[in-house]
């Protein structure tokens, strides 16, 4: 098991979150990971991280898969004007590759925004940590974890 995952499981298991990970190899979109877990494409938790222009602080994002994140909008929530993080900068600072980034685990605390349509499910899927684990959980139990609050940050 990579350090990723076992940070992942490790961060769940202390919430008292029994983990459900699942190997589902590699995939390259919300719908083939969606695919891969038998679920609708919008209970994939998709962990978009971008860079404050003004605090170089890292943000995270978490929208639903089917949804893009409006980085005009995702500035304006963010109270600051906004750059994608690189894939240096995403592995410095939570732990994990691109394709990976998973909600909980991360080396260092960030601050979280959570897409309002992910609550729509009792269940969704998150990366676990690498590109080709995922694991399921309430998306209020992520908000709890990550201290992430709604917000209108998405495009369809």
């Known amino acids: 098991m ?11 298991e202390a919430a008292g979150i029994a983990p459900d990970i699942r190997e589902m190899g590699q995939t390259r979109t919300a719908q083939e990971a969606a695919d891969a877990a038998g679920c609708a494409v919008d209970q ?18 978490l929208t639903a898969g089917g949804n893009r994140v409006d980085a005009d909008k995702a500035s304006v929530v963010a109270g600051e004007a906004l750059d994608k993080a690189d894939a240096a900068l995403i592995r410095t600072q939570t732990g994990f590759a691109i394709g990976g980034v998973a909600p909980v ?8 925004w959570m897409d309002p349509r992910l609550l729509a499910f009792d269940q ?13 959980i309430d998306p209020t139990e992520i908000m709890r974890l990550t201290g992430a609050e709604t917000a209108q940050f998405t495009q369809k």
């Not at 994939?44 to 994002?61: A, T």
């Open 2 to 12: 990579s350090k990723s995952l076992k940070r992942v499981c490790a961060a769940l």
């Open 44 to 61: 994939i938790v998709k962990s978009i991280i971008f860079r404050g222009q003004n605090s170089g602080q890292v943000l995270l994002f």
């Open 105 to 112: 685990g991360h080396l260092n605390p960030i601050r979280s």
């Open 124 to 136: 969704v899927w998150a990366a676990a940590g690498t590109p080709r684990h995922i694991f399921q």
